[in-house]
Structures are given as structure tokens and as C-alpha cells.
DNA sequence: AGTGTGAATACTGTATACAGTTTTATGATT
DNA sequence: AATCATAAAACTGTATACAGTATTCACACT
């Protein structure tokens, strides 16, 4: 009979795509490649050292999670949100986190609070650094509390949602006015998963989210214009 | 200069991928294909007398849906969801839709709601007919309402949610009892738009959709087991 | 110099080919 | 007859090849 469903210990038999997907998400949400930016599947086959095929399939990936776009017959671009596009997607993502946020203290553990206190730590005493890095980290608490909610579902839906803002750079650190400082929020977030707030998990999640999106110029000068040789520090590996 | 972005009227220049993965999700969500059923690439392959690739894309594009899923080097089949997964996907729907409903009344046109009252009376005036077009109806009407709530981020959001409950027949259209039989819920949720409700939108959404979700033997005996001819009656075209 | 036209180039979408793994079928052993 | 081992077949993941379209470049024309 053997095992019919793969056991969860099994050396997890991944394929070339799973990786491409994961270094071109990172790759922009770092915002190495920029909104309006081409993908060219032939150049990103040579910089990884695998054929089209899989360049392809993990892009097609990416654009079904919004974060590139794909024009037949012209090729991938890093998808471009308009301020609108980013104030939908961001009152989205407050019912969303707001449920999450709901369901987190029925399945919190001692672990689970370890972990998000040392997060909070660490963005509260973050004072030096890249913005980059602190993305990282912001984004890397609110995954943890997706996770936390026990709705693989919620969590997954947020996957595809809130790594859209950040490939925008719609959220700012460089005010590191203490009040105003996004990574100062997420303690509050926290006494709420908690229990020790006064706040509801709607009421913190919207004071901790409802933000206008004014976007500088956060596009290549590229975008959708045709096609030109396009800046090359925008590689790696 | 041309056209820097493709004109919204212009023919769509569609793949082979985009039509396939129209048609295998509708056979999905039509229950032709059935959960836990495998899905050969060859084989649709031949069936839509195309190659591998396309088809390829295809599934993995409604893998990204969720409606089918991976073994990696097995194949690809049609998602199995437990009743708990059902419930989860439930319980978020139930949030979106009334997040959705909440929006719809800003949007709402003329058109609009001829649109919805005429499919509300097609609904009501549902007497004969298979389970599958009742679904169709009811996955319809929902659809619109996505639509009219102006916001694409939340529309593509629970296109990729509910058709997975559909796919598991996770909605009864059998109890034609008046009281009970959901297409007669939908008037309601159109009262809640025209405003003509002393219900809010979460209420009505509330009431509408939970529901518990317990499964009968719904699913293929070939879920996940070891390879066999699978019945061949669940070819198209 | 700027603009328009056509050839050359580059790229995507799709088909075919190949390698390695998984599944199925076959046959030996008890 | 049932179980295990081995060989054959089938399938996925990936690479390569090809066709048609889009873009770029070069050159003539004004």
C-alpha cells in the first residue's frame, strides 16, 4: 500500500519553480525590481542557470498573486497599483488582519507569544538600518499573526494581498518620530492578541493600518513604454 | 509612441492557456471533475488537442486558486477540502461578502439593479431544473455583487474563495422547502443594497451564509490512492 | 535634423524531446 | 494464494526547438 498521502517528514521534493517563485517574491517586495519593471524570461533562465520553462511558470505564479502583470505577447512587467489600487487593497486588508487579529487569542501559546514579543522588541529598539530591513521585519510580524489566526485560508488570501503594498513601498520608516513610527504600533497589536487592551482588534487594526496612499515616484520611467535595455543594477546573483 | 497601454477595446489577444483554464475550472466547479480526481497533462492535453505546455499552465494557475493541487512528480488533483476547511473558507467568505454588500450600495446603478432583480426572479421562479444550473444561478448573482462593489481586490479575492466551496457541492439546492431554499435568501441581500433593509450588511450576510458544512462522500475512492484508470465518463468535449 | 518605412532582431507562446522518478505490471519465492 | 523483488511503462519536471508577433535599428526621404 505504501503511503498514500506524502508524510509530512518527507525531504520536501522541490522543484526549480518553487525556488524562482521565491526569489523574484523576495526580489521584489525588496523592491529590487521595480513597479513597471520588465521581466525578460530569457535573461532571469540565464542569471539563475535554468531554461524558460521554469522562469515561466513561476512568473505566471507571481501574476496570479498581483505582483506582475503579464501583457500578451509583450511580457512580464512588475506590476503597477495606482494610489486607488493601494487604498482597495489596504481597506481590504483591514477587514482581513481585523479577523485575523480576532482569532489569534483562542490559539495562542506561550511559543507563539515568545515569538511576537521578540519581534516587537526588536522593531521597538530598531533605530539603525536600511528601510528595507524594517519591512522586512514589520512584514514578518504581521505573517506571524496571520499565522497565528489558525485560518490557513485568511492566511493565505493576506499572502497575496499585502506583499502588493510593500513591492510599492506604500509603507514609510523614515520617520522615527515615536509616535508616529509604524514599527511602534505592533506592541499595541500584540496587547490585544494578548487580552491585555482596552482596544477592540477592529479598533487597533485600523488605527494601525488606515493610511493614505500618496505615491512619489515609485515607477520606473519604463513602465509599459516600449521596450528599452533597462537599467542593469537591478540584477543579481 | 503607439499605445503605451493596450486599448481596453482591443481584441483580446488570448492563449491557449487563458481558454483552458476557463474550461477546466468551470468542469471543476460543474463537478465534472470531482475532488480528489487526477488530472493528467497528457491527457488534457490530447482531449483539447493541445501540448503539455498550456496545460500545464493552466493547472497551475488553478492550483494557485486552490482548486486543484500538487503532488510534486505525482500529478496534479482535484482539491480536497475537509469539512473544517470548508468551514474556514466559510467563515471568511462570510466576511468579504458582507464587506462586499456594504460597498455595493454606493456603486448601484440602474442597470445594475435590473441586472440583479432580473436574476433574483430567475431564482425565485427556479422549480425545475438540475442542481447545477441552481449553482450556477447562485454563483451568478454573488458575482454581480462582487462586481458592484467597485472594489477588483476584493472581487478577485472571492473568485478565488467560494468556487472552491462550489467545487465540493458544499451548497444544498435540493430542500426546495421555501423557507429554507437558498436562492430565496438572494432577494434579501438585494433589499440590503437598494436599501430598502432594515437588515445591515453583516446580518444579512450572516444569515444567508452560515451554514454547516458536513461532508457526504463526495469525493472521488481514487483520492490520492495509488494510480488507476480513472472513470473515463468525466471527459468533455 | 526629424520623420516614416522596411529589414533585422528579440521575445513570447507553444510544441517536441529528454531525464529521472513514480506507478504499474510481471514473475519468482514461500 | 499472498508477498516481495524486479522490469516495464507512464508521467512529471525541465530543456531545447520552432513559429509568429512585437520591438528595434538602419536608412531613405523631406
Same mark, same amino acid.
Given at each position: 500500500?505504501?503511503?498514500?498521502?506524502?508524510?509530512?517528514?518527507?525531504?520536501?521534493?522541490?522543484?526549480l519553480?518553487?525556488?524562482?517563485?521565491?526569489?523574484?517574491?523576495?526580489?521584489?517586495?525588496?523592491?529590487?525590481y =521595480?513597479?513597471?519593471?520588465?521581466l525578460?524570461?530569457?535573461?532571469? @533562465?540565464?542569471?539563475?542557470?535554468?531554461?524558460?520553462?521554469?522562469?515561466?511558470? &513561476?512568473?505566471?505564479?507571481?501574476?496570479?498573486?498581483?505582483?506582475?502583470?503579464? *501583457?500578451?505577447?509583450?511580457?512580464? /512587467?512588475?506590476?503597477?497599483?495606482?494610489?486607488?489600487? $493601494?487604498? =482597495?487593497?489596504?481597506?481590504?486588508?483591514?477587514?482581513l488582519?481585523?479577523e @485575523?487579529?480576532?482569532? $489569534?487569542? @483562542? *490559539?495562542?501559546?506561550?511559543?507563539?507569544?515568545?515569538k511576537l514579543? @521578540?519581534?516587537?522588541?526588536?522593531?521597538?529598539?530598531?533605530?539603525?538600518?536600511?528601510?528595507?530591513? &524594517?519591512?522586512?521585519?514589520? !512584514?514578518? /510580524?504581521?505573517?506571524? !499573526?496571520?499565522n497565528?489566526s489558525?485560518?490557513?485560508y485568511?492566511? =493565505?488570501?493576506?499572502?497575496?494581498?499585502?506583499?502588493?503594498? /510593500?513591492?510599492?513601498?506604500?509603507?514609510?520608516?523614515?520617520?522615527?518620530?515615536? =509616535?508616529?513610527?509604524?514599527?511602534?504600533?505592533?506592541?499595541?497589536?500584540l496587547?490585544?492578541?494578548?487580552?491585555?487592551?482596552?482596544?477592540?482588534?477592529?479598533?487597533?487594526?485600523?488605527?494601525?493600518?488606515?493610511?493614505r496612499?500618496?505615491?512619489?515616484?515609485?515607477y520606473?520611467s519604463?513602465?509599459?513604454?516600449?521596450?528599452?535595455k533597462?537599467?542593469?543594477?537591478?540584477?543579481?546573483?
Open positions: 500500500m505504501s503511503d498514500l498521502i506524502t508524510p509530512a517528514s518527507a525531504p520536501p521534493p522541490s522543484t519553480k518553487v525556488h524562482l517563485v521565491a526569489a523574484l517574491r523576495d526580489a521584489i517586495i525588496a523592491r529590487r =521595480k513597479p513597471g519593471d520588465r525578460n524570461e530569457s535573461q532571469l @533562465a540565464r542569471q539563475y542557470g535554468v531554461s524558460r520553462i521554469p522562469v515561466r511558470e &513561476a512568473l505566471q505564479q507571481l501574476q496570479e498573486q498581483g505582483l506582475v502583470m503579464n *501583457h500578451p505577447r509583450r511580457g512580464m /512587467f512588475v506590476n503597477i497599483l495606482s494610489d486607488d489600487d $493601494c487604498q =482597495k487593497i489596504n481597506s481590504l486588508r483591514i477587514v488582519e481585523a @485575523a487579529l480576532k482569532l $489569534c487569542h @483562542a *490559539h495562542l501559546t506561550a511559543e507563539a507569544e515568545k514579543l @521578540a519581534l516587537v522588541e526588536q522593531m521597538e529598539n530598531w533605530h539603525t538600518g536600511s528601510e528595507i530591513d &524594517a519591512a522586512a521585519l514589520d !512584514l514578518e /510580524f504581521h505573517r506571524a !499573526l496571520w497565528l489558525g485560518n490557513s485568511l492566511e =493565505k488570501t493576506l499572502n497575496a494581498l499585502v506583499p502588493m503594498l /510593500f513591492a510599492h513601498q506604500a509603507l514609510e520608516y523614515t520617520s522615527h518620530n515615536e =509616535k508616529l513610527w509604524p514599527l511602534n504600533h505592533h506592541r499595541k497589536l496587547d490585544v492578541v494578548l487580552g491585555k487592551s482596552n482596544q477592540t482588534p477592529e479598533e487597533a487594526m485600523v488605527s494601525h493600518l488606515r493610511v496612499y500618496t505615491n512619489p515616484e515609485r520606473s519604463l513602465a509599459y513604454a516600449p521596450l528599452k533597462q537599467s542593469t543594477d537591478s540584477q543579481e546573483h
